[in-house]
């Protein structure tokens, strides 16, 4: 059986929120291509709740190819993203890879972008959201199946086989409160925060880690 170092992205890895990044860096390069999409973002000035959000600032951008989205998620991965990296965090799960884990980012943001996480060989596997295509590679809408809070442990178990996740020597790395199923799943859970001290939710329960801060980590 395989033991995992799982890791949030978002606030654990990256300081920030890539998906809502994403979204209005995609808004930034693209126009919606006719009335219903002009609409559709101009709703998204209103305060809506976080799904209906994200399903119109892409619903908005409907008709998209997969090939155009994936080439802006590689220029947002480069531009936006790495300058906000925590280089500690990638220091760490170097470390862990040369532990025998297995590396793997798990994350509700978006593949098109995330999946150049690839590129560092200590990373086995990106886990994330993929945005939803009709048969023609046409951008829909977002997907209706969120890779956040309990789901991300469905995503894991479809992932990977089942059997093969030793659970009680995997860890995981995160920053919040939603994804406690996670946390309490694997033998160890660490809480990301810059804070001086952690949130409420995590005290007793996991380990806390600073991003900023480096440390001895004992496996």
């Keep these: 059986m395989t033991k995992y170092a799982f890791f949030d992205y978002c606030d654990t890895l990256y300081q920030g ?18 009335f219903t999409g002009r609409l559709e973002k101009g709703l998204l000035r ?4 976080s799904t209906l959000y994200k399903n ?13 989205l994936l080439e802006l998620g590689n220029e947002f991965y480069l531009e936006k993203l790495v300058p ?22 798990i994350s509700g943001g978006c593949i098109e972008y995330l999946n150049n996480l690839r590129m560092y060989p200590f990373i086995s596997n990106v886990i994330a959201t993929s945005l ?14 969120e890779c ?19 659970w009680s020597k995997s860890i995981f790395y995160s920053d919040s409160v939603s994804d406690l ?4 799943k694997v033998g160890k859970g ?24 480096i440390r001895e980590i004992n496996i």
């Excluded at 956040?148 to 469905?154: E, Q």
């Excluded at 199923?181 to 309490?184: A, I, M, S, T, V």
């Design 17 to 34: 929120q890539s998906l809502q990044n994403f979204i209005d860096f995609l808004h930034q390069k693209i126009k919606p291509r006719n």
């Design 46 to 49: 209103l305060p809506l709740h």
């Design 56 to 68: 119109l600032a892409f619903r908005s951008l409907s008709g998209l190819h997969q090939d155009s």
């Design 84 to 105: 906000k990296h925590y280089e500690y965090m990638f220091h760490l799960m170097e470390y862990y890879a040369e532990y025998n884990f297995n590396v793997t980012v």
């Design 132 to 145: 939803a295509y009709d048969s023609n590679k046409r951008l829909v809408s977002f997907s209706k199946n």
């Design 148 to 166: 956040l809070g309990v789901n991300k442990i469905h995503f894991i178990n479809n992932y990977f086989r089942k059997s093969d996740i030793n």
């Design 181 to 184: 199923p996670l946390l309490q």
């Design 190 to 213: 660490f809480v990301v925060g810059t804070d001086v001290m952690p949130p409420k939710w995590s005290i007793g329960k996991f380990e806390y880690c600073n991003p900023n801060i």
